[in-house]
């Protein structure tokens, strides 16, 4: 039998995979939504930090560097570099916080970097951070605190994607490409540029629109798109019909109200083009699972005490 094998494996032999980066353990994983004077004084440790700003803006330090980051960027924090956050007092940021143990040599291409990212890493991010929901109970904690109803292969997930979110931004900055030289080897066709743009269009007419009830026909004539063409390319391209995005960009802004003005919440209602603030509430804790001033309550309790 012995032998059989032997042979076996001479007739099929084996190729090891070499990996460029392995993430050992995870220690943190965090989405935060600050208030807009939100400061953390400030810490170090043996493991590697990424901090994402997803809204807003806020200032880091890293050692002695002040970094003044905005949407869409990421830092990194090398083992034992003294790091902390500052927000600016107008805008009340959105971070994603993952800290990791990672020994491999690779890593060492990410140190004192500030990466913009581009729609593919944002979209793993995302991946990561659903995947830590699923396996672990949010909001998260140090220790995660595992899920007994977890999906099979949660965990997995996590380690993969960030693997592949890191191995991505390693392929970047070795070949050298800015975001704009990467997103146009992405684009296959000048179509799909087009159909960006326009995206992007209607998320602003969208974003403009907060204040009132959505009217597809008036959208239409203002964008020169048919109400079908409409509908179905940013159902297609988001995954979201125009209606469920608008309603959680209402929502989305009304946190914003929450966390960085005085208003009540009959205000925060007749801003957002809700009927009544019994409408609004209603829909606000189908949105988020608490209620405004449930929201509210979190923000100013969770704030001070947060411990990374």
Not at 128 to 143: D, K, L, S, Y
Request: charged share 30%; net charge neutral; glycine share 4%.
């Amino acid at each position: 039998m012995d032998c059989e094998i032997s042979s076996a494996r001479r007739q099929y032999p084996r190729t090891v995979l070499r990996p460029s980066i392995v993430i050992d353990r995870i220690i943190s994983l965090y989405y935060f939504e600050f208030a807009k004077d939100y400061v953390f004084a400030g810490e170090y440790h043996d493991f590697w930090e990424v901090l994402y700003i997803d809204k807003g803006e806020v200032t880091v330090r890293a050692d002695n560097i002040l970094h003044h980051l905005k949407q869409g960027t990421i830092i990194f924090h090398k083992p034992n570099e003294f790091h902390s956050i500052y927000a600016n007092h107008v805008v009340a940021p959105n971070l994603i916080v993952m800290s990791f143990e990672c020994h491999s040599e690779e890593m060492k291409a990410f140190e004192n970097k500030l990466i913009s990212l581009g729609d593919e890493e944002r979209n793993l991010l995302a991946e990561i951070v659903r995947e830590g929901v699923n396996a672990f109970h949010f909001p998260f904690q140090v220790p995660l605190q595992r899920r007994e109803d977890a999906p099979v292969g949660a965990e997995q997930l996590i380690k993969l994607y960030l693997e592949t979110f890191l191995l991505r931004l390693l392929r970047k900055e070795k070949s050298g490409q800015t975001e704009e030289r990467v997103s146009a080897t992405l684009s296959s066709t000048a179509k799909e540029n087009n159909e960006g743009e326009v995206i992007k269009s209607i998320i602003a007419y969208l974003e403009g629109q907060l204040g009132s009830k959505l009217s597809l026909a008036e959208m239409s004539d203002a964008l020169h798109l048919s109400k079908t063409k409409l509908k179905e390319l940013f159902k297609r391209r988001t995954g979201y019909t125009l209606t469920e995005y608008f309603g959680q960009l209402k929502i989305d802004k009304a946190k914003t109200y929450i966390r960085e003005e005085p208003s009540n919440f009959t205000e925060i209602a007749e801003k957002l083009g809700f009927s009544s603030v019994h409408y609004f509430s209603k829909a606000f804790k189908k949105a988020t699972g608490m209620s405004p001033s449930e929201y509210a309550k979190s923000v100013k309790a969770r704030v001070p005490a947060v411990k990374k």
